[in-house]
């Protein structure tokens, strides 16, 4: 390979990184002002402790869309049936998918905790044990975990569907496709022991990583080559 | 027309050894049939029209043989691989009726897209921006460009490899005569050592660049077989001339020219014969009627 040619992935990345710079801008921009409201307008150091780590991943999902954006385009516009005449494998196309949605999802977050975090330690807000462990255990694996679960579900519904465009879309409702788990984790999780908090949300991080890989390997048996096909 | 499975077009042709090689192949989309039980075999250099009206299943058939439709049944090979092999797939180039160009990018990162796929270098990007003359398009983005623009684009894609199997789905589609025109210069030029499948809607861009036709009808191949050997249901020439009086002057005329129908055109030179022992001043003969018409019909 030509030393000035990218590789198909880090195209695909950078061509995510602009096409879904709507959403990335969202979801930085609505984090970012729930850290100013949770920084500067509560009158506690609990209130952000307590919230900050759970909303961001709410945002990393919201963020993450271009992955699946790109990938219904790229369908759409007959990008995917050269790409399969050259022999690129349909399940490389949907991993390439995924990579994106992590990428941007990395993006988000770690605007996210650099910001958030720095603020709060600015303001004097106190960065407890539990925060850490709550970012470490909860806040970064459902991010990438939400935000892989998206894409793969919104991937996979819009190869099986003809395309639509606005809010009716996969790419229209995948957001909330994909912060249900999320939230379902949360309400979960709070509702039962505290001291079990975190073995729940890393299992269930876990298990959805696992849905995601299984969802990918069943997507290479269950869709042929023609659900990659422009309906154009 | 025979819609029977036809023997290949010149097996012993001297080019190399590169083939396309169909045999029962029944494709479609989502189950349905669209191709039903297509066998073919080309092998001499050259542009192979392939024609059909609107649903005939040319594009399918593109796409059967580019390895983008996995077969229901029959096989596909090029050069004796199967298509399904990563080796079938990097002798051939495909361009596609729809451009093909992903979002979001500058023409010559679009190339570049392609070329990391296909294993081009930054020189053969070059190259295929001055052979397709795109040169001032290259910083432009993608979307921007016009319909004909893209189509130029599109097609300079295809040349960042140099293969031995070109699939060209209406390459022409949407560029200004000049354009087609280099293009079919160009399709020509590939023929001399290379397979072309090539689409089209104009006939008489088929007529002038296709050396066979390969007829879709219903799914089902309507004809494979030389262009030359094609003869319209009627064979009707027109004349145009002066002098006329008592002569052609009770032909049916279409604008300037008499019509005068004949058994094939080998009875050409016997009318112009004719009418020249009579007086009439010819300063045009022409066929009125492609024969690759018929094959819509």
């Given amino acids: ?232 | 027309m025979s819609s029977t499975p036809l023997p290949a077009l010149a097996r012993n042709a001297p080019n190399g050894g590169h083939r396309i090689e169909l045999r029962g192949v029944s494709s479609g989309y989502h189950g349905k049939r669209i191709l039903e039980e297509i066998s073919f075999t080309i092998e001499e250099p050259a542009v192979y029209v392939v024609l059909g009206p609107n649903g005939a299943g040319k594009t399918t058939l593109f796409r059967t043989i580019a390895g983008i439709l996995n077969p229901y049944s029959g096989s596909v090979e090029i050069d004796g691989v199967d298509i399904n092999r990563h080796e079938a797939r990097t002798r051939l180039q495909y361009l596609s009726h729809i451009d093909g160009i992903p979002d979001a990018l500058r023409v010559e990162d679009a190339l570049r897209f392609y070329a990391t796929v296909e294993g081009a270098t930054a020189e053969d990007i070059e190259a295929v921006i001055g052979k397709l003359g795109i040169q001032e398009l290259r910083k432009r983005f993608f979307s921007e460009l016009s319909q004909g623009q893209k189509k130029r684009v599109s097609i300079a894609r295809v040349f960042l490899q140099e293969r031995n199997i070109y699939l060209l789905d209406e390459p022409t589609a949407n560029l200004d005569p000049k354009l087609a025109r280099e293009v079919r210069d160009l399709v020509l030029g590939l023929s001399k050592d290379d397979l072309v499948l090539y689409s089209s809607h104009n006939l008489f861009e088929a007529k002038e660049i296709g050396k066979y036709v390969l007829a879709l009808r219903a799914g089902r191949i309507g004809y494979f077989g030389p262009l030359s050997e094609l003869r319209p249901a009627k064979y009707i020439i027109g004349v145009r001339a002066e002098g006329t009086e008592g002569v052609l002057a009770s032909s049916s005329k279409k604008g300037d020219y008499y019509l005068q129908e004949l058994a094939g055109p080998e009875e050409v030179p016997k009318l112009i014969a004719e009418l020249m022992a009579k007086g009439v001043q010819i300063r045009e003969v022409k066929e009125m009627e492609n024969p690759l018409e018929d094959l819509f019909t």
Wanted: aromatic fraction near 10%; proline fraction near 5%.
């Fill in chain 1, 1 to 232: 390979m030509d030393s000035g040619i990218p590789s198909l992935t880090w195209t695909t990345i950078h061509r995510t990184l602009v096409i879904g710079r709507l959403y990335l801008a969202i979801g930085t921009g609505v984090s970012l002002l729930l850290t100013l409201i949770l920084v500067f307008g509560a009158h506690s150091s609990t209130a952000f402790v307590q919230t900050f780590p759970l909303e961001v991943p709410l945002f990393a999902v919201l963020g993450s869309i271009g992955g699946l954006m790109t990938f219904t385009s790229d369908r759409t516009k007959g990008v995917f049936e050269y790409l399969i005449a050259y022999g690129i494998r349909p399940r490389t196309l949907f991993i390439n998918g995924l990579l994106s949605a992590a990428a941007l999802t990395g993006l988000i977050l770690g605007f996210a905790l650099m910001v958030g975090l720095g603020l709060a330690a600015a303001e004097g807000v106190l960065l407890t044990p539990d925060l850490w462990k709550s970012i470490v255990l909860y806040t970064i694996p459902m991010s990438f975990a939400g935000a892989l679960f998206t894409a793969t579900v919104g991937m996979i519904w819009s190869s099986l569907s003809s395309p639509r465009t606005g809010i009716n879309s996969p790419v229209g409702i995948a957001p909330m496709v994909g912060i249900a788990p999320t939230l379902l984790v949360l309400i979960v999780a709070e509702t039962g022991p505290s001291s079990q908090f975190y073995y729940v949300t890393v299992g269930a991080a876990a298990v959805i990583i696992v849905g995601v890989v299984i969802l990918l390997g069943l997507s290479g048996r269950l869709m042929g080559r023609e659900r990659f096909v422009s309906p154009l």
